[in-house]
């Protein structure tokens, strides 16, 4: 369904007026910096928490689930980490 441009023409569309159009642009403006800092923060956390996982499984890795006191230093420079004495490395 199509309409005349001229027809178009005569209907009044309803607008708020300048000072209430500032008001609900500042509105808008308050929340939205409220939502970007909330993803921000939530963007922080996930970083932290990449970051701990990482530190885990490079731990558990190379010192297993259990830590132990008697690990050997590690010879690779490709895994320069501490392991368990029971690691052989191939």
Not at 3 to 31: A, C, G, W
Not at 36 to 47: C, G, L, S
Not at 69 to 80: M, N, Q, T
């Amino acid at each position: 369904m199509r309409i005349q441009m001229s027809k178009l023409n005569t209907v009044l569309l309803p607008y708020p007026q300048p000072h209430e159009q500032q008001r609900i642009s500042d509105f808008l403006e308050r929340k939205c910096k409220k939502i970007d800092n909330t993803i921000e923060k939530q963007q922080q956390v996930i970083e932290k928490l990449i970051q701990y996982r990482m530190t885990l499984l490079t731990e558990v890795v190379t010192q297993g689930i259990r830590k132990r006191d008697d690990c050997k230093k590690s010879v690779s420079e490709i895994l320069p980490y501490s392991m368990p004495l029971n690691v052989k490395l191939a």
